[in-house]
């Protein structure tokens, strides 16, 4: 049987002309930040924007963005997303705020799938995604759902971190799940072995991001970030992210 | 009921003196560097000392230790673990090594309890347990089962690391589970709130580890690991933690 909300959930996100799920392996690889980063910088270059904190494990794009507690989302036959710092702003953060208890197993899949159905997006150019860590069962369902979602993958230099990273690309693959290409964040020395990794892996590796000392100043304060390393990194992975030929093929021997 | 194998596992852990849970709401703050680093030192001070793996989201500690990939618990009468650099060694690893796929929900519970039910520890004076991040359904229904670990909380200075910290000891205060205390970890500037916001919440701030950028050239070599920042912080966290009465008291009102 389908499952009656894919055709729910897909007229919602009919108007959306690319949805790009920033994700990773590991936690604490500076996925949130690299997501509000992109979509900050793709709204200022002109582009509808939507920005979308999934991580149920730990939102923090609203810490990010500095977005004051009473901001909500509208209610308007489902909920229509505010506009913050020109993005149009949704989050779990919003369900869960003050209850210190994560959400369990089977209400974490029904709460990301039942955001996605009511959540009036409208007309965007992109809609970035700050997923939780890992490949979760809830992400599992959430894709299987929403078959458009491309993967942006988020590692650092640390060999601890693309051990992980790497299981979850060839789980990635396996689901034959699109992967736009891989981000390395909080780069201390100039050579790492994260670019051959990932070109032997069959996937685009789009750039790299300095470590910045600065960055937790900028928290709270959007225009900061766009003039960290992040931002300055930005231009030549939102290029990457534009030119759709370069959406990965995962090399089958993995 | 009482499930049953609640006094299986208590049989099996019942020549443990202490069994200290690294823990922490987010991931990628160094919870593993920390983990290894501690069990060594107690260990090269002549304590006996077992380490156990049980992060499922990314097992690391035997990368960090750079076991070698044919080292495999003794089957007797139980799973017996080897002995790797002073320490008895048993991670979730060998049982999911080459598998990509993470292993699902009530499975992540049933392998983490069959772990604790067939590993013969024999006698230890403390045990030091790897958890994976958060306080997913897993963990709960772990500590269900075993009601004397005590949580070691891991964060880094970075306030969206904290935040996600802090709603992690507000469960685990609710489910009043003993919690030793905080260490800071990768710390670069001398001052930060994170002592300050520990002792509000009526925990123990146990000590500071200084970010070392070397880290990295110590993974897979345990006597470099020993002389980084973080072996040059744990006298202190050690004496904190052997230290009964720091065990913290969790203040009421959070």
Known sequence: MIDPRTSIINSRL???KRIIAI????????????ATAMALSFAKDG???GLFDLDFTGPSTHIILGIPKNLQPKEEKGLVP?????LAYMSLVYFVR???APMRGVDVSNALIE???VTQWGELDLLIIDMPPGISDSVLDLVRLVKRIEFLIVTTPSMLAFEVVKKQLALLCELKLPIVGLVENMKMSDITAIPEETEKLGLKYLGEIQYDKKIEAS???PEKLLYSDIGKALPQIKKAILDKKSVSKCRSKQ
């Open 14 to 16: 009919s108007g959306i």
């Open 23 to 34: 994700s990773s392996g590991k936690g604490g690889v500076g996925k949130s930040m690299v």
């Open 47 to 49: 582009y509808r924007v």
């Open 82 to 86: 505010p506009i913050v710092d020109g």
């Open 98 to 100: 003050d209850n210190p």
């Open 115 to 117: 955001l996605f159905s």
């Open 219 to 221: 928290i709270g304060n």
